[in-house]
């Protein structure tokens, strides 16, 4: 491993003296209230025996340093508890550091730390981080160095310093603690060292996340962080490192990201960079990769994408296979959707998993067409999208049939008004598209779960039922609402996970859903989920699972490939391998897609009894 450049190996002339004189003036890197001590002699005979042999240790070379060394033992034995010694063991510990006997650099300068303040306490603390962070310990190098940055007086003491902390903070995944320092590592570097330390920099980010340097040069480009030379000497250095992942991967997402946000800080890279952000209908296909194309347009949206990503996460054993999940989102505007699906598809995605939002699910399917690249469409099924590519697969679940026959057994039973509390996307739209007609599906109050109408705002509409609707996350609140009003509660799919139900209640059913609330009574297909302490999955997550579980299998033969025939023809594997893919569902009974790419499903009606669904 390399270790920081050596204190002995940095120091000139001019440095070496202001370390003496710091030595000597009891300059400190202290805080003002806590005074540090002068290092003097105790008697004149000591300063006149010790004070010439530390001038001559600062000004000498290495050989001549290790000839003085001799010398030490005589007087230490002269003046065995003179103040000045302190100077002499500190360089002792310095030497053993260097020379790797970091038993021996401990032993010299862990009595130092409970010194008095001053600078051989700081040199002392410097040589005991140093020794923890070589012998493997980094988190607590950084946390005993990171209070003496900026406060040393010496220009090689400050440079070992600023190394040691940088390289433990990376080497303790402290990635923007470690940035920070690297700043100040390369602005306290002396003139000539900048471009050494420049050179180690671009090293360390090797092995930094890529999420974490596109934050870090956006944030120093779009602000007005880049205000002196060392900062824009970094900013550069980030950029290149970013364009060289760019063009390795042929990420022609991270490409336009450096494109728009750094252009001016490419150099020689910008000509690359530029021809691979211009080919926005350039593909890929990495092995093992499935994209999901979240939407983030509405907190309901916000909160099944979220379950999305949790279920396919689960279902694609996400770090402990070579499965790879990539996401992008809309960023709430349904412009951006065309955008993000590219993105996904220069990501190496085979197979993309969309129509969260159902607005996205024509885009989707034609962007299909267009790429001959397989989409999964979480969305209920539409005869636009379905009539556009035989490469878009349904997996989503109309919400007609299960809210219209809840809606119907409750006026069988007697209800009046039924009331839809969660307003999810379909049927709003269903209500937007018919406005004057019978109200969708049977209901004849619809509202949101936030604001959550109050009992006598439904009593005045003379509500005598409610159904939560797929979306509704006011599910305790809904219980008690029901009770209060009297009134049957019915539960679409999606709505109420994990609620403790008032027996009677009816629930949509199909698959493991409703989640039985007995733990003694378990799914055998929820075990696994349960003991990796995840909570009660919702439909959301179901879904996301199952589209992974079968997503996973149409991407598990696929090789790299770049090259547009190798792309098409890995493609045309993935959609003919997810048509014949079968593994155990929790949103159906079936195992895989039918002859018209659908999910089949047989949705139930029961009633809630003891914590479960009873037919």
């Known amino acids: 491993m390399r270790h920081a450049t050596s204190f002995r190996c940095g120091l000139r002339t001019a440095s070496r003296l202001v370390l003496l004189a710091a030595l000597s003036a009891c300059a400190s890197s202290r805080p003002a209230d806590t005074a540090p001590e002068a290092t003097l002699g105790a008697t004149a005979e000591a300063e006149q025996a010790i004070r010439p042999m ?7 070379s290495q050989a001549e340093r290790r000839a003085q060394a001799a010398g030490w033992p005589r007087v230490e034995a002269s003046f065995p508890s003179d103040p000045l010694l302190r100077v002499v063991t500190v360089f002792k510990a310095w030497e053993a550091l260097d020379g790797g006997a970091y038993a021996e650099a401990l032993r010299l300068a862990r009595p130092l730390l409970d ?4 600078t051989v306490r700081d040199l002392a603390t410097l040589v005991v981080g140093a020794t923890e962070r070589r012998t493997g310990h980094p988190k607590e190098a950084f946390s005993r160095l990171i209070p003496l940055l900026h406060k040393l007086v010496d220009a ?3 440079a070992l310093l600023d190394d040691e902390l940088v390289r433990a903070a990376v080497a303790a995944r402290e990635w923007h603690p470690a940035l920070r320092v690297m700043d100040a590592w390369l602005f306290e570097s002396a003139p000539g060292e900048k471009v050494a330390v420049l050179r180690e920099i671009s090293a360390l980010l090797e092995g930094f996340p890529d999420a974490v340097l596109v934050a870090e040069l956006r944030g120093r480009t779009r602000g007005e962080n880049v205000a002196t030379h060392e900062q824009l000497q970094f900013a550069e250095t980030l950029a290149h490192r970013l364009a060289s992942i760019a063009v390795a991967g042929q990420d022609v997402r ?18 690359e ?12 296909v990495a092995a093992h990769t499935v994209g999901v194309l979240l939407a983030l347009g509405s907190p309901t949206l916000q909160r099944r994408s979220a379950d999305v990503v949790t279920g396919m996460a689960f279902g694609m054993r996400i770090g402990d296979t070579d499965a790879r999940l990539v996401a992008r989102d809309d960023v709430g505007d349904e412009g951006r959707v065309e955008r993000a699906l590219m993105e996904l598809a220069a990501e190496g995605a085979a197979v993309i998993v969309a129509g969260i939002d159902a607005r996205h699910a024509v885009t989707a399917a034609r962007f299909a067409t267009e790429q001959g690249l397989t989409v999964v469409l979480l969305a209920e099924e539409s005869p636009v999208a379905r009539a556009a590519s035989p490469q878009v697969f349904f997996l989503g679940q109309d919400a007609e049939p299960s809210v219209g026959a809840l809606a119907a057994l409750l006026r069988s039973n007697g209800a009046k008004v039924v009331a839809g509390l969660g307003l999810p996307v379909p049927v709003a739209e269903a209500r937007a598209r018919e406005p004057l007609g019978e109200p969708a599906f049977g209901i004849g109050f619809e509202a949101p779960c936030a604001p959550l109408p109050l009992a006598d705002a439904l009593r005045s509409e003379r509500v005598d039922a409610l159904v939560a609707l797929d979306g509704a996350h006011c599910g305790s609140e809904l219980v008690e609402l029901s009770r209060s009003l009297r009134a049957p509660l019915a539960v679409g799919l999606g709505a109420m996970t994990g609620v403790p139900l008032p027996d009677g209640s009816l629930v949509a059913s199909v698959g493991i859903f409703p989640v039985s609330s007995d733990r003694s009574n378990l799914d055998p297909r929820l075990v696994g989920w349960f003991e990796s302490g995840r909570p009660t999955p919702t439909w959301w997550m179901g879904l996301g699972r199952d589209a992974a579980v079968l997503a996973v299998r149409g991407v598990k033969d696929l090789a790299d490939s770049a090259t547009d025939a190798d792309v098409r023809a890995r493609r045309r594997e993935a959609t003919v391998a997810l048509a014949a893919a079968r593994d155990e569902l ?11 790419r659908m999910l089949p499903r047989s949705v139930s009606i029961a009633r809630w009894r003891g914590g479960k669904a009873v037919p």
């Open 54 to 60: 530390i001038r001559r240790w600062l000004l000498a």
């Open 273 to 284: 960079i530029a021809k691979l952000a211009g080919d926005r209908s350039r593909g890929r």
């Open 115 to 118: 010194g008095p303040a001053g």
């Open 254 to 271: 991270l490409a336009r990201v450096l494109l728009d946000d750094a252009g001016a800080l490419l150099g020689s890279a910008g000509e």
């Open 586 to 596: 929790w949103t159906s009974g079936a195992r895989g897609f039918d002859a018209q």
């Open 156 to 158: 090689p003491a400050t």
